[in-house]
């Protein structure tokens, strides 16, 4: 059974950080991994992915300023944002592929559809 929660989001000022993690309580942390976000009135996009080598892609809005990293010893999938911008400003949901769906050549599909469990989200607020 695979159980994602999520902490650390939260109000933050323009230029600042935060650091998402993701926990899970039961999955076995062999495919893909990723964070999406929502913003009001939009839809769900990715913001970052991780395959079961470490490599990462990212969104190009958000390239160089946010950095996915996962633990497996501790199961816990990371998203460190720096330079916040308010335009950042969204629920964060972290996904996971348990069915080899997202793997695509040396990472991982940005297709939400790809990914079959989700958290319930966190909120991030970027005030300028």
């Known amino acids: 059974q695979v159980e994602l929660v999520e902490f650390g989001g939260g109000s933050v000022q323009a230029g600042g950080s935060l650091r998402l993690s993701c926990e899970d309580a039961?999955?076995?942390?062999?495919?893909?991994m990723g964070w999406f976000r929502q913003s009001p009135g939009k839809e769900r996009e990715v913001v970052a992915t991780i395959n079961m080598h470490d490599n990462p892609t990212y969104a190009d809005s958000v390239k160089g300023r946010f950095t996915i990293a996962k633990d497996n010893d501790k199961r816990t999938l990371y998203l460190q944002m720096n330079s916040l911008k308010s335009e950042d400003t969204a629920i964060y949901y972290c996904?996971?592929?348990?069915?080899?769906?997202?793997?695509?050549?040396?990472?991982?599909?940005?297709?939400?559809?790809?990914?079959?469990?989700w958290g319930q989200g966190t909120q991030v607020t970027v005030s300028s």
């Open positions: 996904a996971v592929d348990t069915q080899g769906r997202a793997r695509i050549a040396d990472g991982c599909s940005r297709w939400e559809s790809n990914y079959n469990y």
């Open positions: 039961g999955y076995v942390w062999n495919n893909c």
